[in-house]
């Protein structure tokens, strides 16, 4: 949910905001989260059909960082690190999600 859509929300419900519980913008993170986040979306995947996405292919990250001029490293690789471990979790539910799925079908016939 965007700081817009918690907004209208609000107004549409007739109810105050909270100031608490409107969500960050991209804007308001520091700026080498936001890099992070930029470069994140830009390295390659690393996906196999059985497996699935096991992360980012990191062969490029130095060059991004040199070209985006990174500043704060650890922050940066923190918040790389934090985007690839929840993609990568959320593509092992999915896989597995799909595998119940099939043994469930196959149990059925």
């Known amino acids: 949910m965007t700081a817009d859509r918690y907004l209208k929300m609000c107004e549409q419900m007739g109810e105050e905001?909270?100031?608490?519980?409107?969500p960050p913008?991209?804007?308001?993170?520091?700026?080498?989260?936001q890099l992070a986040m930029s470069v994140f979306n830009k390295l390659g995947d690393r996906v196999f059909?059985?497996?699935?996405?096991?992360?980012?292919d990191y062969t490029q990250l130095p060059v991004y960082m040199d070209v985006y001029g990174v500043q704060d490293k650890?922050?940066?690789?923190?918040?790389?690190?934090r985007l690839d471990s929840k993609v990568i979790e959320k593509s092992a539910a999915?896989?597995?999600a799909e595998r119940?799925?099939?043994?469930?079908?196959?149990?059925k016939a």
Do not use: C, M
């Open 74 to 81: 650890k922050i940066f690789l923190e918040t790389l690190l």
């Open 25 to 33: 913008d991209v804007a308001d993170f520091p700026v080498d989260v």
């Open 100 to 107: 119940d799925k099939i043994r469930r079908e196959s149990k």
């Open 94 to 96: 999915q896989l597995k």
């Open 17 to 22: 905001p909270d100031p608490d519980k409107i």
């Open 49 to 56: 059909p059985d497996i699935g996405y096991l992360g980012k």
